[in-house]
């Protein structure tokens, strides 16, 4: 089985930083793409960024420039330091993982339990 675990979150004044952490254990033989989705209140999960095994990152237009995704391959982790908040990145913030188990399976993709990211204006 593999568990992730995210941290980080909390309450941050406008123009503050953060900087979520998501671990991955279990049985893992390979990790894939890692990144991080949101989902504000009333709206759909979007986005956010994301990393290839190789360091290609990908980022949704509303934090590019402000946030910065980077992963960890030893410690099973993916990063997210977010800069220049504003209230409207206000969310449920969800790593995902895309990892391969053992040498012959498949992908399979593994969330993040969520953590609550709050911008006060």
């Known amino acids: 089985q593999v568990q992730l675990v995210e941290s980080g979150g909390g309450l941050v004044q406008a123009g503050g930083s953060l900087r979520l952490s998501c671990a991955a254990s279990g049985s893992i033989f390979s990790l894939n793409v890692m990144g991080w989705y949101r989902r504000a209140p009333g709206k759909a999960r979007e986005l956010v960024a994301t990393?290839?095994?190789?360091?290609?990152?990908n980022y949704a237009d509303s934090v590019k420039g402000r946030f910065s995704v980077s992963r960890d391959n030893a410690k099973s982790t993916v990063y997210l330091q977010m800069n220049s908040l504003k209230p409207e990145d206000t969310a449920v913030y969800y790593c995902?993982?895309?990892?391969?188990?053992?040498?012959?399976?498949?992908?399979?993709?593994?969330w993040g339990q969520g953590t609550q990211v709050t911008v006060s204006s």
């Open positions: 990393i290839t095994s190789g360091g290609l990152t």
């Open positions: 995902k993982i895309t990892l391969q188990r053992t040498t012959l399976s498949r992908l399979y993709d593994y």
